[in-house]
Structure formats: C-alpha cells, structure tokens
C-alpha cells in the first residue's frame, strides 16, 4: 500500500525544506500521496469522513511539517483533534490506526545544538514531538520516531536541500521494512 503523506505547511510555496520535500514526494506517485492540508482546507473546515477514508486507503501514515512554537501548525493540531475520534482511532471500536505505522518529518528552523539539554531552548526536539509519539501509542499505533532538518534560519544551500529530501525518501521507505 501506498504511504501517506499529511503535509501541513501554513506557507509552502515560501518553504525551502517542506516545499522541496513535496517535490520529491510526487516524483513516485506509485510510493506516495502527498495531501496538502493548508491546500485542500483553506478556510479550515475539515471534511473528517474524507479524511478517514484517506487514511484507511492507505498503509504507512507521515505527519510533515514545520516545528511552529515549538508544535505543530494549528491546522495539523485541528486534524488530529477532528479526524483522531474516539469509536474509529481510539476506544473499544476504534481500531483504525491500530498498528499502523505512524512517523513524522520535520523541519526545524534553529540548529540542531538548540534542541539540546545545555542548549538554549533546553529540551531535544525528541521531548518536544512526545505529544505525537504519545496520540501515536493511544491509538495504538506503531510511532517510527522522525526524520528532521535542523537549522534553516541560518540558510540552505541546494546540495542540503537535495541530500535532506534523499534523506526524507530513505526515512520513509524505510517504514515498510520496519
């Protein structure tokens, strides 16, 4: 089965890393469906029966986005709160995402030093993305961590913008293997 790809971008036709990710990703239509969150749901109102039916088509599941306020973008927040319903995701019925494989990737804007115990934000971007691996193992789930670009405020040359989606594609296609 095909993996899908939750890309959830406030301003992608303005990202380096993200928009460069979803250019990869559409390269194998065969390996991937890239769903555009902020594209397809601009005013916000989410078609949630739509959107459980996409995931269920699907195998794999990725969650792709920018670190926002040390999070994700609002409209990720938003779909996880409406599509994640208790009777199909969770609970005594709930089975949908039940060992599905679930992974993030992420892109983060400071270095990667910044995420550290002695750096200046003090916690890794692993403790800052526990919220998803934690929905992930509610649901039961099976979280396969993230994949992450780090320090984009400081510039991106091509040749890191071409190796982090190679990296991105190996991240994913590594899921089925798992």
């Not at 739509?50 to 040390?70: C, K, M, N, S, T």
């Not at 599905?100 to 990667?112: F, Y």
């Not at 993230?146 to 071409?162: M, R």
Request: glycine letters at 6%; one cysteine or more.
């Amino acid at each position: 089965m095909k993996t899908l790809v939750i890309v959830t971008h406030p301003h992608i036709e303005t990202s380096l890393i993200n928009k460069r990710w979803v250019e990869e990703l559409k390269q194998y239509p065969e390996k991937y469906t890239v769903h555009e969150l902020y594209s397809v749901y601009p005013d916000g109102n989410i078609d949630v029966t739509r959107e459980q039916a996409l995931i269920e088509e699907h195998g794999d599941l990725v969650l792709q986005f920018p670190i926002y306020w040390f999070n994700c973008p609002p409209l990720l927040k938003k779909w996880l709160d409406e599509v994640f319903l208790y009777g199909w995701a969770y609970g005594s019925k709930g089975d949908k995402l039940k060992n599905r494989k679930i992974a993030l990737g992420v892109s983060a804007g400071i270095k990667r030093e910044d995420y550290s115990e002695n750096g200046k934000y003090k916690f890794t971007l692993e403790e800052i993305l526990v919220p998803f691996e934690t929905t992930a193992m509610y649901c039961d789930a099976d979280y396969r961590s993230f994949y992450a670009f780090y320090g984009t405020e400081n510039g991106t040359s091509s040749e890191d913008l071409k190796k982090s989606a190679r990296d991105y594609m190996s991240f994913i296609d590594q899921l089925k293997l798992q």
